[in-house]
């Protein structure tokens, strides 16, 4: 796919958000293309590779950054921050609606027990070394998941993170120290595999 | 057999370079959203624009209590013009009837506001 460049490409997200908010459509589609891919991979991660939930929720977090655009108070937080905390909320919800319909997603505060999870182990065996890592991070409980994706997939700094987590920076470098522990284990017995597949 | 810190780390640096592409249709949904929720430019802004400046009537108006006030005024002066240029008519006229025995014996009218010198007149006795 190959969109056009960027046309306000200087302009800050923030900046951007004001010009939608007074009738610029222009400001509304550089919003789009820049955010999008971002909010999509981080809501694909959280819902295990549904693409099609994580496209529901993208398209969801966006919508409320225009229904709240005419009240955006700039300075007060980053676009990317809000929309980012925006999607965890609307993922921790949809996990939250799949256990309790008990689907797929029913492991993930018990991380003790994806080794015991067919699915996720044979999932694990069969796909390649990004399956397995989706597996495994489907596996961690919802808060080290979020913490692990932000931290070392979306490459966020720590204090950002805790402002889309509403928590602490502490909070946030024990979470992705137990996250990756966590995921180490789960993935324990693939490493050959994964050495395969880099080769 | 556990894997490495390494190892896992460089999975995750990968996984970061492997973003999910949002397809055409959901980019033509979400700015489709956009565009069905984009306000028209705002009142506040709209009234901020160009104009041009008030005339000193306009801002006189404003500055007395607008149009009305103006019509008070405006009738005010009127009148008081007319007070000031008409010629009074003699007193008689309407005092007359009143004043009918002082007025024939000395064969005037009456003087409702006298002059200075009737106070300062003595009685030489």
Redesign the interface.
Known sequence: ?N?AADPLSDVPDEALVVL????D?LA??TL??RL???L??YA??LLGGD?AE??DV??EA??RL??MA?DWRQGEARVSTWAYRVVTNLCTDRMRARRRRGGAETIGDHPELASATPGVEAQMIAAD??AA?QAALAALPERQREA?VLR????LANPEIALILEIGVEAVESLTARG?RT???L??????E??EGEG | MMMGKTELDDLLAAAGQAQMEPSEALIARVLADAEAMQRPLPAALRARAPQPPKGLWQRLAEALGGAGAMAGLGTAVVVGLAFGLLQPTSLSLVTGGYMALENTQTGTDAELFPDMTLFLTEDQG
Do not use: C, D, N, S
């Not at chain 1, 939608?20 to 009738?23: C, D, I, L």
């Not at chain 1, 993935?187 to 050959?192: E, S």
């Open positions: 796919m969109h939608y908010a007074r009738g459509r509304a589609r789009t293309l999008m891919p971002r999509l991979g694909g991660r693409r994580a496209e993208t398209q966006m919508m225009w229904r005419p070394r990004m890592l692990v070392h997939i979306e490459g990756k995921l180490t284990a993935l324990a017995g693939q490493r050959a994964l050495v």
